[in-house]
């Protein structure tokens, strides 16, 4: 099946910092990328929805100045957090949809990365 | 709007015996169902798929789920429950977001519990 990495898989970071997450795909392009944030014991909330070469898509709610969603090319798309607080604290999960399968395809998501805010 | 709702939190099942995990529907148009699961502190992989055909569908890890129209139910089962079982499941629905772009919406997943 289709691959899908994250990195870092832990991070922790002093409040004010801005961390960087990288979503790859391995074996396939991935023309749409997914984030997710998911809270403890919670499904998974869509954050924002990443195209290859164009600008991010988000969800009500989610400030794309403090989350920002770099999708530069078919095998990698990064998630920013700026100025990260303490409420940033949380699982931030890509996925990413192989274009080739067809439109009704699963995604694969990444393993996930817990991002911890002092 | 498209949804999909896991009315349990949590399931027990005894090693050895048959688990359902459920979830019901909710779609204006076909509906194009997924189930996935979750261990601890790891991603989501992928179990199975409902898009069109038999209503049985076959997954992962002998897992099984059955469609059913006019429950609108997409349940998930399987006939012997493992320990290694034990994880979170999630039921999901594609959503179209609009201008040819789908995403998958979950529900709040169910936590399931075998015990030796």
């Known amino acids: 099946g289709a691959v899908v990495s994250q990195h870092p898989s832990w991070v922790i970071c002093k409040s004010g910092t801005s961390v960087k997450i990288e979503c790859r795909s391995l074996?396939?392009?991935?023309?749409?990328m997914f984030w997710y944030r998911q809270f403890p014991k919670q499904s998974l909330m869509l954050m924002a929805t990443?195209?290859?070469?164009?600008?991010?898509?988000?969800e009500q709610g989610v400030e794309k100045d403090k989350f920002l969603i770099n999708h530069a090319s078919l095998t990698l798309s990064t998630l920013t957090v700026t100025s990260a607080h303490p409420e940033d604290s949380s699982f931030y999960i890509c996925?990413?949809?192989?274009?080739?399968?067809?439109?009704?395809?699963?995604?694969?998501f990444g393993p996930g990365t817990r991002l911890t805010v002092l | 709007a498209q949804s999909v709702a896991q009315p349990e939190d949590q399931v027990n099942v005894a090693e050895g015996n048959p688990l359902t995990v459920k979830c019901t529907y909710s779609?204006?148009?076909?509906?194009?169902l997924f189930w996935y699961v979750q261990y601890p502190n790891r991603g989501l992989q992928f179990l199975l798929k409902?898009?069109?055909?038999?209503?049985l569908v076959k997954g992962s890890y002998g897992f099984e789920a059955e469609f059913n129209k006019s429950q609108t139910s997409f349940h998930l089962k399987k006939p012997s429950a493992l320990v290694s079982d034990s994880a979170l499941y999630f039921c999901?629905?594609?959503?179209?977001?609009?201008?040819?772009?789908?995403?998958?919406?979950f529900g709040k997943g169910t936590k399931l519990s075998v015990i030796p």
């Open positions: 990443s195209n290859e070469g164009s600008k991010a898509t988000y």
């Open positions: 779609v204006s148009g076909n509906p194009y």
């Open positions: 409902y898009i069109t055909g038999d209503n």
């Open positions: 996925s990413a949809r192989d274009q080739a399968r067809g439109i009704y395809n699963e995604q694969f």
């Open positions: 999901a629905v594609f959503k179209d977001s609009g201008a040819g772009s789908y995403q998958l919406t």
């Open positions: 074996d396939f392009q991935a023309t749409t």
